[in-house]
């Protein structure tokens, strides 16, 4: 029997391309535990880990398809363990640079699409405790929060050796589909479709009116970003960087700037991804645009599959000083926020859905570098667990998440935090950038900067490239 799948989820599968996989993942940092002879412990726990043959839905399903089109998830008779789970060796587990140039090889390739659709990659030396794994799940079994909800049941508040069971093989409940609740989903389903229609046709009467310069404070007007050597049609190769910051700095911050936490990410982003871009010989006439991920699910739901809509925020431009630049980023999250407050979550989806068609369009017409671009960074927040976690009783050091690339090009940088750190992953197209290493170096000078703009207003960034309009001069100007 075939598990049906939402068409957001399907549209992961259409879309993808040997030069655009679709799969996210994350790379992991363990420490064997103390006195662990480094070869010994990660042979025996690859050997273990192989065992758990049986996995639970989605982790033994194949995509079913009918002329290319999916139909479903369907459960396969046995699994290819040996496919699913791969170990490496490498010259230094604990270079971390090195481990992202790894990674950045293992995400650039494909999925079996005859397999269930996830793999496990482990990385050691034979020298240091420290060890890596590679995981990555194709984008259609769930988004960022799905994702992590499932990471957390596979691992363990504390050391265990007896009743670990590895995350493909935790069993995860299903509620039972009654009559009566079916009746009641066909019934909210076609109410609901009334309202998205209604609320759809409002949604792009604004745009337009946006775009007609009549309804300027709404959220921007899709294909209207800035071309950069980042977007444009997406190639094969990708460019991998990871980095942590102290997630306590980032709400102590936003409390004081009366900011939220992805505000002031965003900001500091904003400037990293000038700097980076500036070193490239680019001139910045207007903003830069970052789509934002809204989380549609109501608290405490968890429904697996995507649930999620994405829509382009405008980022900052003209000011050097770092506060002012995260105050213009405030008012434009904002005005998106709003916009989001006051429709239903289902037309924010369709909305998506709609304007990523087009963006996938023209990523197969091999277009995306003739039209603008919706957004120059996709930056994406996603709550971990508050405390340290354990795979059997390695410890788990980091968990840095790496997406997939959206139609378009440009940065996709996901943020997860744990333990009181957020683990940040970048991930872009190799084609120009062969390294992100000097956009994670600039976002860190950046948030320092802005967290010392707060009480130094006299603080300024470098110039990062913009040219704003001159304003003719006022008698009510400031001297």
Not at 80 to 91: E, T
Request: with cysteine; net charge positive; charged share 20%.
């Amino acid at each position: 029997m075939s598990r049906s799948l939402s068409f957001l989820d399907k549209s992961f599968w259409l879309t993808e391309s040997d030069a655009n996989p679709k799969h996210v993942a994350c790379l992991q940092l363990l420490e064997m535990p103390e006195g662990a002879d480094p070869t010994r412990y990660i042979h025996q726990l690859f050997a273990e880990m192989k065992q758990f043959s049986r996995s639970t839905p989605p982790f033994n399903c194949r995509v079913k398809t009918f002329m290319g089109y999916p139909l479903g998830l369907q459960p396969v008779k046995s699994q290819h363990m040996d496919y699913h789970l791969q170990l490496h060796k490498v010259a230094d587990a604990t270079d971390k640079q090195a481990l992202d140039e790894f990674a950045a090889r293992l995400h650039e390739s494909r999925l079996d699409p005859d397999k269930p659709l996830w793999q496990y990659h482990f990385l050691y030396d034979g020298i240091h405790r420290q060890f890596a794994i590679y995981a990555r799940v194709h984008h259609l079994y769930g988004d960022g929060a799905t994702l992590v909800r499932w990471f957390q049941a596979g691992y363990l508040s504390k050391p265990e050796t007896e009743s670990f069971v590895p995350v493909w093989a935790v069993k995860r409940q299903r509620r039972r589909s009654t009559r009566q609740r079916r009746l009641n989903r066909y019934w909210q389903s076609v109410v609901g479709g009334v309202r998205i229609f209604l609320d759809l046709s409002v949604i792009f009467l604004r745009l337009l009116l946006n775009l007609c310069r009549v309804n300027s404070h709404y959220m921007p007007v899709p294909f209207t970003g800035t071309k950069t050597l980042l977007t444009g049609q997406v190639k094969p190769g990708r460019a991998v960087a990871t980095m942590d910051l102290d997630f306590a700095r980032v709400r102590a911050l936003a409390k004081r700037t009366r900011a939220s936490a992805n505000e002031v990410l965003l900001c500091a982003f904003d400037i990293g991804v000038h700097r980076l871009l500036q070193d490239h010989g680019h001139v910045f006439k207007k903003a830069l645009y970052t789509n934002m991920p809204i989380n549609l699910r109501k608290p405490g739901e968890k429904t697996s599959g995507n649930k999620i809509a994405i829509v382009p925020v405008k980022l900052a431009h003209g000011e050097q000083d770092p506060y002012l630049r995260l105050r213009q980023i405030i008012i434009n999250h904002r005005i998106v926020k709003h916009a989001a407050q006051h429709a239903s979550p289902g037309s924010f989806s369709a909305y998506t859905i709609v304007i990523q068609s087009f963006a996938l369009l023209f990523e197969w017409l091999r277009l995306s570098s003739v039209v603008k671009p919706i957004a120059n960074v996709l930056v994406s927040n996603v709550p971990g667990p508050p405390e340290h976690r354990y795979l059997k009783d390695a410890k788990l050091l980091a968990c840095y998440p790496i997406s997939t690339m959206t139609p378009g090009g440009g940065v996709n940088i996901t943020l997860m935090t744990y333990a009181g750190k957020a683990n940040v992953g970048m991930v872009c197209c190799n084609k120009n950038i062969t390294s992100l290493q000097p956009l994670a170096d600039y976002f860190s000078e950046a948030f320092d900067m802005l967290e010392a703009s707060v009480d130094n207003p006299g603080l300024n960034i470098d110039d990062i490239g913009e040219q704003v309009e001159r304003v003719p001069v006022s008698i009510v100007s400031e001297s």
